[in-house]
């Protein structure tokens, strides 16, 4: 099916697909779930997400971009954009030309009946990204529909502060993990994921899941230090069984790990991103895209690392600072 353009002004308020993982995208997996919200007035447009993730080995790093129409009426669209071409270029004449690949790539999860088009950059192109890179984005839609512009420098590079890839944590004890500023970050949003609950709290009569995940955010760029896991879950207090929660503010029980993960993003970022009462900039959300398309140009730096909580030493590991 070939791509359409933007739709013509309608009247009224539309809802737009939205990322309600936030940064669940950049660090523990390749996909992300969509909800519907109401946000602008009368405009119905092609929407454009692109996001640049970096992370401490290069061969790692993602080009990812979703282009999907809004639901204008509630009505989910059906159009997709196969035939859109997507190039990212660099100063020094590096450009990365982006191929659809299968839509799970960009999406865990999207409203029934809605549709559109996953992109990615291939490793050993996206591989060449470094923090502090200036890009412009550039968006050919099919069937002479237009083309959208945008441009990002990539957050710069930072480090944890004392923390490997790996650490011993004892059981009911908390860690403050500190990190140094990013050029160019605008927030740091601290994710976790974390494993082996159900049977380590089954003594103690809580339920929790098997995979339980965490947000938490810093909302400042001078803001580099958040303790785990107590000041995870900000953006999951009225969803969490109070009884876990306040377990979790003691540390991890014994024999449970956990993924951790500090996320510098940049402006463009921040100013996008919306889901539920993950809201780091305000209500509204600003698109760094002009022309033919809104959405975002977004640039994400990651560092990450595992927890193991236990009571004993482990000779492999060692202790978390």
Do not use: K
């Amino acid at each position: 099916m070939r791509g359409a353009g933007p739709r013509r002004a309608t009247h009224g308020r539309i809802a737009m697909p939205l990322r309600a993982c936030t940064l669940w995208v950049a660090t523990f997996g390749t996909a992300c779930e969509l909800q519907e919200i109401t946000v602008v007035d009368f405009v119905d447009v092609v929407v454009a997400e692109v996001y640049v993730t970096l992370r401490e080995t290069t061969g790692v790093h993602t080009v990812h971009a979703f282009l999907h129409g809004t639901a204008a009426g509630g009505q989910p669209d059906s159009r997709t954009f196969d035939d859109a071409l997507l190039r990212l270029m660099r100063g020094d004449g590096l450009a990365l030309d982006l191929a659809v690949v299968p839509i799970e790539v960009c999406l865990q999860s999207q409203p029934e009946g809605s549709t559109g088009t996953c992109f990615a950059a291939d490793a050993p192109a996206a591989a060449q990204l470094a923090p502090g890179n200036a890009l412009d984005l550039e968006i050919t839609l099919g069937a002479g529909a237009g083309t959208a512009l945008g441009s990002v420098t990539l957050p710069g590079d930072f480090a944890l502060s004392g923390i490997g890839a790996q650490c011993r944590l004892p059981a009911d004890t908390t860690l403050e993990v500190r990190w140094s500023r990013s050029d160019g970050a605008w927030a740091y949003v601290s994710e976790t994921l974390i494993e082996g609950l159900p049977a380590a709290l089954a003594p103690e009569n809580i339920q929790a899941e098997d995979s339980l995940y965490l947000l938490g955010l810093s909302v400042s760029a001078s803001d580099t230090t958040i303790v785990f896991p107590s000041e995870f879950g900000i953006f999951d207090r009225f969803d969490l069984d109070q009884d876990l929660a306040v377990r979790l503010q003691r540390g991890l029980p014994d024999q449970t790990n956990a993924t951790v993960s500090i996320a510098a993003v940049e402006r463009n970022y921040v100013n996008w991103v919306r889901g539920g009462n993950f809201n780091p900039s305000g209500l509204v959300r600003v698109s760094s895209l002009r022309g033919a398309a809104t959405g975002t140009f977004g640039g994400v730096s990651v560092r990450e690392f595992q927890v193991l909580s236990s009571t004993d030493p482990i000779l492999s590991v060692l202790d978390c600072p």
